[in-house]
């Protein structure tokens, strides 16, 4: 579980660093960014499960 909660950790800010950067959101198309978020989002919630999973261990 600790590297997969790795994994997503990792994930979060790859994702995040492409939402970050201006000329990515600017050129990308409006569904692309949505599906970036999307993906974000499923991965913070990921992570919040594995947390909460490791802390009953």
């Given amino acids: 579980m600790q590297k997969d ?3 997503y ?3 979060i800010v790859s994702v995040s660093k492409k ?3 201006e000329k990515f ?3 990308a198309k409006p569904e ?3 599906n970036e978020r999307k ?3 499923d991965a913070v919630d ?3 499960t594995l947390e ?3 802390s009953l261990l």
């Fill in 9 to 11: 950790k990792g994930f």
């Fill in 25 to 27: 959101v600017a050129n």
């Fill in 52 to 54: 909460e999973s490791l």
């Fill in 39 to 41: 993906k974000k989002a």
């Fill in 46 to 48: 990921k992570v919040k």
């Fill in 19 to 21: 939402l970050d950067n």
């Fill in 5 to 7: 909660l790795d994994y």
């Fill in 32 to 34: 692309v960014i949505a």
